[in-house]
């Protein structure tokens, strides 16, 4: 009998002794999620002898944490960006695990008390869970990377080392504690599902499938998944590389391509009204088809019709704010006439607004899709609160008296087996990052005292209202906007002061969301909390060392950084960092949405009114008729807030995700639901981990070494004389402005 013979009895043995304690506790497989989306997705048992803690859960964990922070900082700044995810590490790590398993020394060790082994048995579902959460909590760069660099290469006020890496770890961590005080609220309640988590434990639940499952005569899990992913990874090299006009099909447009209105409402770079994408990334890239509720999806569906087809072309045709002069969707910044804005022209050697030079410049436009989108933004912050007060007031307040009194769900009560970190754990972490994040603030002068305070007020106050929207419908609402504008009319010309005061006020909601997110995967997956607490902390701090010492490294070895000169190191998103920090910052927001200097898009600030009346109108409507039961449906936080992505996002990426949504989560769910309930989920993971791995063979294998598919009417060549047949779409002028002209 070999190591593994031994350890599988041995699993079996406990097996044995945990299904008894199962029936002492009166817990079987008839006792479910209440929730249809988890009852089909997650498992209603567990075996907590699997082994979880182990010596091969850290050293994958760390190895991949080091490896992602790394690859994903460094391609963040290049022209071409490419980010490592959560499915390619889980696939790539799974047969290391196994590896591990058959060579590593099984015998047990004994330090001061303290016995394990190297190799306590089979690598384990939870032990892959805990590394894919690792990599999970650092997938996207650290966000306070992007002041450092700004502060070195556009502001001339570059700090000490030291300082760059605290501001990074705080305002990375101090969300971390911040999940902690929330997690009674957005983990252990059933009906806060987290859809995205639904889609990773199908990936999960798939990659450790038995092999010898009951399956009924259908096809394993593993099987398809194998057989999806790989399909995708084939077909990704047509819109990736070798057609890449197949995701972007504007035939409408080619009807009439030289019709600018044509163009403009059919085109991929205008409203993409019938612009097809068979392109998965595109299709995916905001709506997450698969994942978000069917409910949810009709919300996005209405508030994009309204505002991109309905309300954009009607006030860019009848020129509001001039906006003939420019394209009619565009994330950039003009002049009245239509030239590109110069922010080199109203800032002075300190990165100051000089206000004589900025009224002889004149003021900067944007074209009304812009303003408007800040406009809905606005709206949708203001929608999620009342929204958020009227639906889930009550149950919040009953949750704060009592939080373990409520009736659990099987999950819930699967977790009491394991201790639960003691909330002194994550009040010292907060304590200790807040200390730290003052020391920063005031001795590098990133931002006074008193805006810190209020920065973390405005992330206190709407973690739980924008938790609750996200873990319902899959849509989070960004405080980016918010964090801005106030700390603009408070600290007007100051830019680095602004993006300081967004990263502390917006990111720390949005990390606390993310570590929040990762605990109700541990919940679905029975990983016990202490160990959850300390992988997640532990490979923060690595990630945020590393994301700083990269970039760091980057900027100051390569010529020509972050320009057009310094290809492929042209920080594309870096630039509209710094573009953000002029509008809201420098210039400020007075200027362009207040009342001084004749800011023209001053309408724009009653969105917040709107959004606030909305809820509540609908919220009285449906107690006046309570029969009308689509009232209940209405959710006007993801109305609004999930089209405010656009721009950067296009029409065209909307409209196809919602189609294929409409496909997956109505007419398969309703019609042929015994497949949408086993392999729904499983297909988002399969096609997102396809597209991944498949992006990842392009690059490296081809365009890191300048390799280039050679041109056709599919891959088109930008520099041909027929502007048309140059652009990728074959629309030329769906990017440009109402006469005709690129800008």
């Known amino acids: 009998m070999d190591k593994h013979e031994v350890l599988n009895e041995k699993y079996d043995l406990d097996s044995a002794k945990y299904n008894i304690d199962l029936e002492d506790h009166e817990i079987d497989e008839e006792d479910d999620s209440p929730i249809e989306e988890v009852r089909v997705t997650i498992s209603n048992v567990?075996?907590?002898?699997?082994?979880?803690?182990?010596?091969?859960?850290?050293?994958?964990?760390?190895?991949?944490?080091?490896?992602?922070?790394?690859?994903?900082?460094?391609?963040?700044?290049?022209?071409?960006?490419?980010?490592?995810?959560?499915?390619?590490?889980?696939?790539?790590?799974?047969?290391?695990?196994?590896?591990?398993?058959?060579?590593?020394?099984?015998?047990?060790?004994?330090?001061?008390?303290?016995?394990f082994s190297l190799n306590p048995g089979p690598f384990s579902v939870k032990e892959h869970v805990l590394i894919g959460t690792m990599v999970a909590c650092n997938s996207g760069t650290a966000y306070a990377v992007d002041i450092v660099i700004l502060q070195k290469l556009w502001y001339n006020s570059e700090k000490p080392f030291i300082a760059g890496m605290f501001l990074v770890l705080t305002t990375q961590i101090t969300g971390f504690a911040i999940a902690g005080a929330i997690r009674r609220f957005l983990v252990r309640p059933a009906h806060m599902i987290w859809p995205q988590n639904l889609v990773t434990a199908s990936l999960f639940r798939s990659l450790h499938a038995i092999h010898n499952e009951q399956d009924n005569g259908r096809m394993s899990r593993m099987r398809y998944f194998l057989l999806v992913s790989g399909g995708m990874f084939v077909y990704y090299?047509?819109?990736g590389f070798i057609f890449p006009t197949i995701g972007v099909i504007s035939w409408i447009c080619w009807i009439a391509p030289n019709n600018i209105v044509l163009a403009q409402l059919t085109g991929s770079n205008g409203l993409g009204i019938g612009t097809i994408a068979l392109d998965w990334a595109a299709a995916s890239a905001y709506v997450a088809p698969m994942v978000t509720p069917w409910f949810a999806q009709?919300?996005?569906?209405?508030?994009?019709v309204l505002v991109a087809w309905v309300i954009v072309p009607i006030a860019y045709y009848t020129n509001l704010w001039d906006s003939k002069n420019f394209p009619i969707v565009s994330p950039y910044l003009y002049l009245q006439n239509g030239s590109t804005y110069d922010k080199s022209q109203v800032l002075n050697a300190q990165g100051l607004l000089d206000e004589a030079a900025y009224q002889a410049y004149g003021p900067l436009r944007m074209d009304s899709f812009f303003a408007l989108s800040y406009g809905v933004g606005f709206a949708g912050l203001s929608a999620t609160i009342v929204h958020v007060l009227?639906?889930?007031?009550?149950?919040?307040?009953?949750?704060?008296?009592?939080?373990?009194?409520?009736?659990?769900?099987?999950?819930?009560?699967?977790?009491?087996?394991?201790?639960?970190?003691?909330?002194?754990?994550?009040?010292?972490?907060?304590?200790?990052?807040?200390?730290?994040?003052?020391?920063?603030?005031?001795?590098?002068?990133?931002?006074?005292?008193?805006?810190?305070?209020?920065?973390?007020?405005?992330?206190?106050?709407?973690?739980?209202?924008?938790?609750?929207?996200?873990?319902?419908?899959?849509?989070?609402?960004?405080?980016?906007?918010?964090?801005?504008?106030?700390?603009?009319?408070?600290?007007?010309?100051?830019a680095i002061?602004?993006?300081?005061?967004?990263?502390?006020?917006?990111?720390?909601?949005?990390q606390a969301l993310n570590f929040v997110s990762d605990l109700k995967l541990g919940h679905y997956m029975k990983i016990p909390p202490r160990t959850m607490f300390m992988a997640q902390l532990v490979s923060a701090i690595i990630s945020c060392i590393i994301n700083l010492g990269t970039a760091t490294w980057l900027i100051n070895t390569r010529p020509n950084v972050c320009t057009d000169d310094g290809y492929p190191f042209t920080c594309r998103t870096t630039r509209t960092f710094y573009?953000?920090?002029?509008?809201?910052?420098?210039?400020?927001?007075?200027?362009?949405?207040?009342?001084?200097?004749?800011?023209?898009?001053?309408?724009?600030?009653?969105?917040?009114?709107?959004?606030?009346?909305?809820?509540?109108?609908?919220?009285?409507?449906?107690?006046k008729f309570p029969n009308a039961y689509w009232l209940k449906f209405v959710h006007w936080p993801v109305l609004l807030s999930a089209t405010s992505n656009m721009p950067p996002g296009l029409p065209y990426m909307y409209s196809n995700g919602l189609f294929l949504g409409f496909i997956f989560s109505f007419v398969l769910r309703r019609y042929r639901y015994n497949w949408w309930a086993r392999y729904n989920y499983l297909t988002s993971a399969a096609l997102d981990t396809g597209v991944a791995v498949s992006g990842m063979v392009i690059f490296f294998a081809i365009q890191s070494w300048n390799g280039q598919m050679p041109f056709w009417w599919g891959n088109p060549d930008y520099n041909d004389p027929d502007l048309n047949a140059g652009a990728l779409d074959h629309c030329y002028n769906g990017g440009s402005n109402f006469y005709g002209q690129q800008l």
């Open 298 to 304: 009709i919300n996005i569906m209405i508030g994009f």
């Open 497 to 510: 002061a602004n993006v300081t005061f967004k990263t502390y006020g917006y990111i720390v909601n949005v």
């Open 237 to 239: 090299w047509l819109p």
């Open 579 to 623: 573009s953000a920090s002029i509008i809201w910052g420098a210039i400020g927001p007075q200027r362009v949405f207040g009342n001084k200097d004749g800011a023209l898009y001053a309408p724009v600030q009653w969105a917040f009114l709107v959004g606030a009346i909305l809820p509540l109108v609908f919220w009285l409507a449906s107690k």
């Open 46 to 115: 567990d075996d907590p002898n699997i082994p979880y803690n182990t010596f091969r859960m850290w050293f994958l964990g760390l190895l991949w944490t080091c490896i992602i922070s790394f690859v994903n900082q460094f391609f963040y700044l290049r022209q071409t960006t490419i980010s490592i995810g959560y499915s390619v590490v889980a696939l790539l790590s799974l047969p290391m695990g196994h590896f591990m398993a058959r060579v590593l020394p099984t015998r047990q060790f004994n330090i001061f008390g303290w016995r």
């Open 390 to 494: 009227l639906y889930n007031g009550r149950e919040i307040i009953e949750r704060w008296r009592s939080a373990r009194a409520e009736n659990e769900d099987i999950h819930s009560r699967l977790m009491r087996v394991y201790p639960e970190v003691p909330d002194w754990w994550y009040g010292l972490l907060f304590a200790i990052t807040v200390v730290i994040s003052f020391v920063t603030c005031v001795v590098w002068d990133y931002m006074p005292w008193w805006a810190l305070l209020l920065a973390l007020a405005i992330a206190l106050f709407f973690v739980l209202p924008v938790g609750i929207v996200q873990a319902v419908t899959n849509q989070q609402p960004g405080l980016n906007i918010v964090t801005e504008y106030v700390i603009g009319y408070m600290l007007p010309g100051h």
